[in-house]
């Protein structure tokens, strides 16, 4: 079954400024079928899966940082969270000693992890590209079991088209981070305009989810990081296009 969902990250100033129920009303009727949360919103365990169940949202997926994980696990045990990703982490630190010193974190965490059945995976920015590296590919190669969510904007801005990635990390690859880069920005200035509409911006989306979904990838998740257009004209219009990649 595939899986459309939002990054909560997206909508964050959304919820300062309208509040947690408006904005995932606005989500459930844009079509959204689960949320990625980057964090909780002050609200316990048992309060958030009341509030998403109102919703009829799936919580499927978190970001969190690797510091982060263990004072989360009542949230991914009461939530049923299937897939956490640690949203990034320091090119510096994914570098020589301090790679090895992540490495060993990143397994530790795993143990707690895998006896949940949760998968764990790694969510990427540009900088992991930098200097001719490729770190994510690094980590889901040295990590046994350790995944990918690759973030295709940021693919695009680390000088990759998104599909020769899929291609490369192949079953290592569990999720997708739909987001699409305007026509008129430069892919080494990615955010010198705001996002494309998922499917009208440079970064090959319906070619990106037909490769990820050929490798077994049921997970796709939209992530904003600056709109267009009003929020929710935006996520409507993006959640459609998205699910048109079925037909």
Known sequence: MINVGI????????????GLDTVLGVIR???????EFAGFYGLTPTEMKAKLAEYNLIPL????????????????????????????YPYELLC???YQKFVARVREKKQNL????????????????QNGDDKVYELISDID???????????????????????????????????DMDVRAN?????????????????????????????GVTTFILEVEDYPCPYDE?????????????D
Do not use: M
Request: proline letters at 4%.
């Open 114 to 129: 895998d006896r949940r059945g949760v998968a764990f995976g790694y969510h990427n920015h540009a900088h992991e590209y």
């Open 234 to 246: 935006y996520l409507k219009k993006s959640c459609v296009n998205i699910k048109a990649f079925e």
């Open 96 to 98: 020589g000693e301090e």
């Open 145 to 179: 079991g350790f995944k990918s969510e690759l973030d295709i904007f940021w693919a695009k801005g680390g000088g990759h088209e998104p599909c020769e990635l899929i291609q490369k990390y192949g079953k290592k690859l569990n999720a997708l981070h739909l987001k």
């Open 61 to 88: 997926a978190a970001h969190i940082g690797i510091d982060g994980i263990d004072d989360s696990i009542p949230y991914i045990d009461e939530l049923g969270i299937k897939q956490v990703y640690i949203p990034g």
């Open 187 to 215: 892919p080494l200035r990615p955010t010198e305009y705001p996002n494309a509409i998922i499917g009208e911006g440079q970064c090959g989306c319906k070619e990106a989810y037909d490769e990820a979904k050929k490798l």
């Open 29 to 35: 009727d844009a079509g959204f079928d689960s949320v």
């Open 7 to 18: 990054q909560l990250y997206s909508v964050r100033e959304e919820i300062e400024k309208y």
